[in-house]
């Protein structure tokens, strides 16, 4: 286990319940049975609030946390960019996260490729959420 993950999945302030979300969406992995839901206030189409909760593994937890942070603040297209670029990551292109998302490339790492559907299961969730 990477202490770094480890480190990442601790940093949980914003694992939480928000309340007056406006968008919200809940999935688990049929393999590995990770369950996350994240929930997202927005206003005007920027991210003023991300939570996320769930029974779920490091991996998972570690990517939630990082996404918070990358997209609090944000507007909300940056979600399908920083979904597509994961997608993107998993299929061959491993430099698209260093040159994109550099908080990212402390999880996305070709060691960690085992581990691909517990890192994708925030950005699926997320994916869903612009989706509806």
Not at 15 to 38: M, R
Not at 73 to 90: G, Q, R, V
Request: proline share 1%; with cysteine.
């Amino acid at each position: 286990m990477d202490l770094k993950i480890l480190e990442i999945a601790s940093d949980n302030k914003n694992q939480k319940i928000i309340k007056n979300h406006t968008h919200c969406s809940k999935l688990k992995n049929s393999i590995c049975g990770d369950e996350i839901q994240i929930k997202l206030m927005i206003k005007q189409n920027k991210i003023i609030d991300f939570g996320y909760q769930g029974e779920s593994c490091i991996y998972c937890q570690a990517t939630a946390s990082l996404l918070s942070k990358i997209l609090i603040n944000s507007d909300k297209t940056k979600i399908k960019e920083l979904c597509t670029d994961a997608d993107s990551y998993f299929q061959g292109n491993f430099k698209i996260i260093k040159k994109r998302w550099s908080l990212l490339d402390k999880l996305f790492k070709q060691k960690n490729l085992a581990r691909k559907e517990c890192i994708l299961l925030p950005f699926k969730t997320l994916k869903k959420i612009i989706s509806n």
